[in-house]
Every structure is written in C-alpha cells, then in structure tokens.
C-alpha cells in the first residue's frame, strides 16, 4: 500500500494522491461492509456508524485502539504510520486512505456523510477531525 502510494503520487502529485486514496479507501471501505453485512437494512444516525466503523476496524486489526472522542477519530499503535518512511508523516496519502475507508463504513451504515480531516498523524497515532 505505501509503495503503491508513493507512486501514485508521483504521477500525479501530493493533492491527486490524496484525493485518489481517500476516494479507494472510501469505496473500499463501502463495499468491504456490504460484503461482510449483505445490505444494512437500519440506518444509522453518524454518530452511532462511526462508532461502529471505529469498533470494526478496530477487530479487523487497523490499529489497537480506534476511537471516536471530542469530535475526533483517534487511531493509537496503527499499521500505517510505522511503515511510512520519511519523517513528514502527515504528507503520506495513506493517512488519506485511511480517512475514506471511514468514510466509506459510515455511508453504508447512515443516511449522513462524514469527513475526517488529519490533525495529528505521529509514529503509532493519528488524529482526524470529523465533521
């Protein structure tokens, strides 16, 4: 995924990369819950779907602990940042991939959309405001 990502951006620049990875992780993550659930047939309010995308990423293994608190997502001892080389951690277009895979399980759980923004991303922690 890094090194795929890497030369994504390479082709078409740090905005494209980021746009493009957060647009895959987004239909990633939409069509990864249809076919782990079928058709999720109860709606959701936002902030109930991305508590449950938190929990669920979190038992896929993403990161040990996946949190949604204070208007935030908080990822602590995650699978991205300690691979990303380089020590401009918030410049990676993984951190955005990761963003649109919540995305992506919150669409399919609610009527409502959610967009995380990366506030902090260090070694084993990222933070993403949501809106």
Do not use: W
């Amino acid at each position: 995924m890094i090194s795929a990502s890497e030369g994504v951006r390479t082709l078409i620049g740090d905005k494209g990369a980021k746009a493009v990875l957060r647009d895959v992780g987004r239909q990633a993550g939409l069509k990864l819950l249809e076919n782990l659930m079928g058709e999720f047939f109860t709606v959701l309010d936002k902030e109930e779907a991305l508590k449950r995308a938190c929990m669920i990423l979190k038992e896929f293994g993403f990161a040990k602990s996946i949190k949604k608190e204070n208007g935030n997502v908080v990822l602590e001892e995650d699978i991205f940042t300690g691979v990303i080389m380089g020590e401009n951690l918030s410049d990676s277009s993984v951190i955005y991939f990761f963003a649109g895979l919540i995305e992506g399980f919150v669409s399919c759980m609610s009527d409502q959309k959610v967009s995380l923004t990366p506030e902090v991303v260090e070694r084993s922690k990222i933070v993403h405001k949501y809106s």
